[in-house]
């Protein structure tokens, strides 16, 4: 047998439940971002899902002085009791929902909680509803566990939002679950009471189908735009719904690595078997650190808030202002989403035709030394996502670069 037959019998075979992930479109341009930067080019990375703040300063104490009382060991699996209080409170306090200490769990990032409640509850070929665009993670997370994600367009016409037609349609008797995620990553589009209504009042005609939220970008919404969620809209969804949430985008912690969510007992149980077998506990050191972040002063979400606001003006308007982009106001997040229909079919200075929104990203990165991320990872096209989490400085110079090479298009 020669040594190349060997290695291919003994070669590498994923899995077929990962087999139809690929590496993510973000990641792709970012490795490209990256090795063209140790080319010594001056790029500009607009794809960050990360607030350019720090962590404040009292919850790194609060870190600090964990570690010093010796808190460093495994906690109870999901969550320390004081962690679990200080979010009962924070969904008392800003979100007037009641949840017990049993209604609540906390893991390894938000990201965590939606892998326990998919691989918890989705049997092979349940369905997952999810509006596009889409944080990408939703359908791989689902697709991992074996579901079938269910993806329904929701262009800038309905505001990159739900409809309740669209709901309606959508919902088969093997429906498990609807994901909604507002403000959104990556349209930055949040849903209002008066968004929300119509919707659920589909899933209350539809008593199988469970409803998971993702409050990820709550703190993180413009131009006094109402927060609300759908548990404190609607009480009689609160028996199906999980609302998710985490420190990482409001307190600028997403190295810490803590998500949580509140939800019925029987799921919140089913989400810390997922859990026992997967990271036995969250940090104890970042559960502490979350206590501090979610009973500590919270006046300078605000001032984070505005500063945000200003950069989601500044880009909105920038775009805005070229010829052949359209782009929407977001809400909220830290995302722009523009349309980039009026730059296909035009044509490169090194005669490449733009066909897509990829192609569009990669002309940016290659000619502007911007790089952004197609729409395409997201499933939505033909837009693109910027990342206004950079320096005002940074964003004025992408867009006088964006400008000019959309200018260089024939
Ligand atoms: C919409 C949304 N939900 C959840 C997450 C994950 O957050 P965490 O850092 O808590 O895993 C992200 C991160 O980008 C996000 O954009």
Same mark, same amino acid.
Request: proline share 6%.
């Given at each position: 047998?020669?040594?190349?037959?060997?290695?291919?019998?003994?070669?590498?075979?994923?899995?077929?439940?990962?087999?139809?992930?690929?590496?993510?479109?973000?990641?792709?341009? @970012?490795?490209?971002?990256?090795? =063209?930067?140790?080319?010594?080019?001056?790029?500009?990375?607009?794809?960050?899902?990360?607030?350019?703040?720090?962590?404040?300063?009292?919850?790194?104490?609060?870190?600090?002085?964990?570690?010093?009382?010796?808190?460093?060991?495994?906690?109870?699996?999901?969550?320390?009791?004081?962690? !679990?209080?200080?979010?009962?409170?924070?969904?008392?306090?800003?979100?007037?929902?009641?949840?017990?200490?049993?209604?609540?769990?906390?893991?390894? @990032?938000? !990201?965590?909680?939606?892998?326990?409640?998919?691989?918890?509850?989705?049997?092979?070929?349940?369905?997952?509803?999810?509006?596009?665009? &889409?944080?990408?993670?939703?359908?791989?997370?689902?697709?991992?566990?074996?579901?079938?994600?269910?993806?329904?367009?929701?262009?800038?016409? /309905?505001?990159?939002?739900?409809?309740?037609? !669209?709901?309606?349609?959508?919902?088969?008797?093997?429906?498990?679950?609807?994901?909604?995620?507002?403000? %959104?990553?990556?349209?930055?589009?949040?849903? @209002?009471?008066?968004? &929300?209504?119509?919707?659920?009042?589909?899933?209350?005609?539809?008593?199988?189908?469970?409803?998971?939220?993702?409050? =990820?970008?709550?703190?993180?919404?413009?131009?006094?735009?109402?927060?609300?969620?759908?548990?404190?809209?609607?009480?009689?969804?609160?028996?199906?719904?999980?609302?998710?949430?985490?420190? %990482?985008?409001?307190?600028?912690?997403?190295?810490?690595?803590?998500?949580?969510?509140?939800?019925?007992?029987?799921?919140?149980?089913?989400?810390?078997?997922?859990?026992?077998?997967?990271?036995?506990?969250? /940090?104890?050191?970042?559960?502490?650190?979350?206590?501090?972040?979610?009973?500590?002063?919270?006046?300078?979400? !605000?001032?984070?808030?505005?500063?945000?606001?200003?950069?989601?003006?500044?880009?909105?308007? $920038?775009?805005?202002?070229?010829? $052949?982009?359209?782009?929407?106001?977001?809400?909220?997040?830290?995302?722009?989403?523009?349309?980039?229909?009026? =730059?296909?079919?035009?044509?490169?200075?090194? @005669?490449?035709?733009?066909?897509?929104?990829?192609?569009?990203?990669?002309?940016?990165?290659?000619?502007?030394?911007?790089?952004?991320?197609?729409?395409?990872?997201?499933?939505? %096209?033909?837009?693109?996502?910027?990342?206004?989490?950079?320096?005002?400085?940074?964003?004025?110079?992408?867009?006088?670069?964006?400008?000019?090479?959309?200018?260089?298009?024939?």
């Amino acid at each position: 047998m020669t040594i190349n037959a060997t290695v291919k019998e003994a070669g590498f075979r994923p899995a077929s439940r990962i087999s139809s992930i690929g590496v993510s479109e973000i990641l792709k341009i @970012g490795a490209r971002a990256s090795a =063209m930067k140790r080319e010594g080019k001056p790029v500009i990375i607009l794809g960050a899902g990360e607030p350019d703040f720090d962590t404040p300063d009292h919850v790194k104490e609060a870190a600090s002085q964990a570690i010093r009382r010796g808190e460093t060991k495994y906690t109870a699996l999901d969550g320390t009791p004081e962690l !679990k209080q200080a979010i009962r409170e924070k969904f008392q306090r800003e979100n007037g929902i009641a949840y017990e200490l049993d209604e609540v769990t906390v893991a390894t @990032g938000a !990201k965590q909680i939606l892998f326990n409640a998919m691989a918890a509850t989705v049997d092979p070929g349940n369905e997952v509803i999810i509006p596009t665009p &889409y944080w990408t993670s939703y359908s791989d997370i689902v697709q991992i566990c074996e579901g079938k994600p269910v993806l329904i367009a929701c262009d800038a016409s /309905s505001g990159f939002r739900l409809t309740a037609e !669209k709901l309606e349609a959508a919902i088969t008797p093997r429906t498990r679950w609807v994901l909604l995620n507002s403000p %959104s990553n990556p349209s930055g589009a949040a849903y @209002g009471a008066a968004d &929300y209504r119509p919707l659920l009042d589909v899933l209350l005609k539809h008593p199988h189908v469970w409803l998971l939220v993702d409050d =990820m970008y709550e703190h993180i919404v413009y131009d006094d735009f109402d927060f609300v969620t759908p548990a404190q809209l609607e009480p009689r969804l609160k028996e199906r719904t999980l609302t998710v949430n985490g420190v %990482s985008k409001a307190y600028a912690m997403t190295g810490w690595r803590i998500g949580y969510a509140g939800g019925p007992r029987e799921l919140i149980k089913a989400m810390a078997v997922v859990q026992s077998q997967a990271t036995s506990c969250p /940090s104890s050191v970042s559960q502490a650190a979350s206590v501090a972040a979610l009973t500590g002063p919270q006046e300078f979400l !605000k001032e984070r808030r505005q500063s945000f606001q200003r950069r989601r003006d500044l880009v909105v308007a $920038g775009l805005n202002a070229i010829e $052949g982009l359209d782009c929407r106001v977001p809400e909220g997040a830290f995302y722009t989403f523009s349309g980039c229909k009026g =730059m296909l079919g035009r044509v490169t200075p090194v @005669g490449k035709r733009i066909e897509t929104d990829a192609d569009f990203c990669a002309y940016l990165l290659e000619d502007a030394h911007v790089a952004v991320v197609p729409g395409t990872a997201f499933g939505l %096209s033909p837009f693109f996502r910027i990342s206004y989490a950079t320096s005002e400085g940074e964003l004025k110079e992408a867009l006088t670069r964006i400008a000019a090479a959309c200018a260089r298009l024939a």
